[in-house]
């Protein structure tokens, strides 16, 4: 059986010396020794001047959006996972949708022009999607002309570089994922992550209830997280070089078995990749449906990222994205992971190759 993932583990031996530590301090959790290591090596590794490591990615975006203080209108992309949208609405925002562009599958930023002009917005919140990105600094420049702040919704991009640069020194704040199935992971974790040093001071606040002490300063929730956690993202961490490495061979084995008519998904040319999707577009759902009926025959299971296009989530009437709601009837995405094998690779390429 071949998922679309598989969760990387690394040697058990490593790990259980991070345990067995944990068992001579009884330190389990709240700020231990292993979420201040991970903090600061992470922060290093990622150039950004505060990390702040919480429960997952969808607590990182719900305590960005709160921090900002965002309300009533916020421009969001279409595309992405629903926790994007969905952390919005949660916090009591309303989305109002930003079509994509359909090469970076990113939103348009002409559009967040335009709908600036007809919206009173609070903020907006974006996701690099599959870890790729638009035009960063355009929509760095616009959100300040806006006098409104940017979020980044990074739970794809995990060691990315745009322009030689972290991609989450990008927008007002970043967030990143490190669920079980990322190419970095803590089992379940996420980080919330900015340069504004008084914006950093306000989330870690709020990340631990509100209340330093009998200090009781903001109204707070729970999203710390536990040494156990912060112990396998140090272990992963250090594999991390080797789990990119095998990615990044394994999609370029896919990109020379693959072609016409799959279109091959373009990534930014000024990007540093980190290789943590294998998305195909198809000419049509038709075809897309066909494929991933042959694959499961074989039990391949590709998963349809991101389906449905989020404006049209049956939970929310969100308005019309003529590229989101196209795009994301014909994507899927193929089994990658940290171990994927060849002879695999082969397989899910002649299978899709054939069937077409
Ligand atoms: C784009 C995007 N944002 C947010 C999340 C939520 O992250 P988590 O599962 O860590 O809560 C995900 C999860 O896959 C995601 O893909």
Redesign the pocket.
């Known amino acids: 059986m071949l998922h679309v993932t598989k969760s990387f583990l690394p040697d058990l031996k490593e790990y259980v010396k991070y345990l067995e530590k944990i068992w001579d301090t009884h330190h389990l959790t709240n700020d231990g020794p292993f979420v201040k290591e991970l903090e600061y090596k992470l922060g290093e590794f990622l150039e950004v001047e505060n990390f702040i490591f919480v429960t997952?990615?969808?607590?990182?975006?719900q305590l960005a959006i709160k921090a900002l203080g965002l309300n009533g209108n916020v421009l969001t992309t279409p595309f992405?996972?629903c926790?994007?949208t969905n952390?919005l609405i949660w916090e009591g925002c309303n989305p109002v949708f930003v079509d994509i562009d359909p090469i970076s599958l990113t939103v348009n930023s002409e559009q967040i022009k335009s709908l600036s002009k007809h919206n009173s917005l609070s903020g907006i919140l974006t996701?690099h999607?599959y870890g790729n990105c638009g035009d960063l600094e355009k929509q760095e420049l616009m959100a300040k002309e806006m006098g409104i702040p940017l979020i980044y919704?990074g739970?794809?991009a995990f060691g990315v570089k745009y322009q030689g640069k972290s991609i989450f020194n990008y927008g007002t704040v970043s967030?990143c994922?490190?669920?079980a199935?990322?190419v970095f992971h803590t089992i379940?974790?996420?980080a919330v992550m900015t340069n504004d040093l008084k914006l950093a001071d306000k989330i870690r606040g709020i990340r631990s209830f509100g209340h330093r002490n009998d200090d009781y300063f903001d109204i707070g929730i729970n999203g710390k997280n536990s040494e156990f956690h912060a112990a396998m993202g140090l272990v992963n961490f250090d594999n991390f070089p080797n789990i990119k490495k095998h990615r990044e061979i394994s999609s370029s084995l896919y990109d020379s078995l693959l072609k016409d008519p799959i279109i091959k998904y373009d990534y930014n040319s000024e990007l540093e990749r980190n290789f943590s999707y294998y998305p195909i577009i198809f000419s049509s759902e038709e075809q897309l449906l066909h494929v991933t009926e042959k694959l499961n025959n074989n039990q391949i299971y590709p998963r349809r990222?991101f389906y449905p296009s989020l404006n049209n989530l049956p939970t929310i009437s969100g308005n019309v994205c003529l590229n989101s709601e196209d795009i994301s009837k014909r994507i899927l995405c193929l089994p990658l992971s940290s171990d994927i094998s060849e002879a695999d690779i082969v397989k899910v390429s002649s299978i899709i190759m054939s069937s077409l």
Request: proline share 0%.
């Open positions: 997952n990615g969808t607590i990182a975006l992405s996972y926790a994007t952390s996701t999607v919704d739970a794809h967030t994922s490190f669920h199935t990322k379940e974790g996420g990222y």
